[in-house]
């Protein structure tokens, strides 16, 4: 579910019921964002039928959120932040019909996978 609201402090303020938002039919989470005052767009994203409550940064909201905001802002090249407790800042990028987006990163794991052929 996407859910623009009308401001970024509408956004900042959202305090969502995760009891209430596992029981949506409609999809895995809910994305919600608003017009940025620093930055072109800012977004939170919740996912609580998935155990995450909020996700800290969301590269594959993006993916939709970047598409969205290029036709609303007619821009090509665009600055987002997410506004978790944690946060970040996504530097975005339409490019044709892919989604570049790039940023500072937590490496989660490093490791190698082995793939075996029959």
């Given at each position: 579910?996407?859910?623009?609201?009308?401001?970024?402090?509408?956004?900042?303020?959202?305090?969502?019921?995760?009891?209430k938002?596992?029981?949506?039919?409609?999809?895995?989470?809910?994305?919600?964002?608003?017009?940025?005052?620093?930055?072109?767009?800012?977004?939170?994203c919740f996912?609580?039928k998935?155990?995450?409550?909020?996700?800290?940064?969301?590269g594959?909201?993006?993916s939709?959120?970047?598409?969205?905001?290029?036709?609303?802002?007619?821009?090509?090249?665009?600055?987002?932040?997410?506004?978790?407790?944690?946060?970040g800042?996504?530097?975005?990028k339409?490019?044709?019909?892919?989604?570049?987006?790039?940023?500072r990163?937590?490496?989660?794991m490093?490791?190698?996978?082995?793939?075996?052929?029959?």
């Amino acid at each position: 579910m996407f859910i623009v609201l009308e401001t970024e402090e509408q956004v900042k303020k959202l305090t969502p019921n995760f009891s209430k938002m596992v029981k949506l039919d409609k999809g895995l989470g809910v994305i919600v964002t608003a017009k940025g005052t620093d930055v072109d767009f800012v977004s939170r994203c919740f996912y609580p039928k998935l155990g995450v409550n909020e996700d800290p940064v969301t590269g594959s909201a993006h993916s939709n959120l970047v598409p969205f905001w290029s036709r609303i802002l007619n821009k090509r090249v665009m600055v987002a932040k997410q506004l978790s407790e944690r946060g970040g800042i996504l530097y975005c990028k339409m490019a044709g019909d892919r989604v570049k987006i790039s940023g500072r990163a937590v490496p989660y794991m490093i490791g190698d996978i082995n793939i075996i052929q029959n």
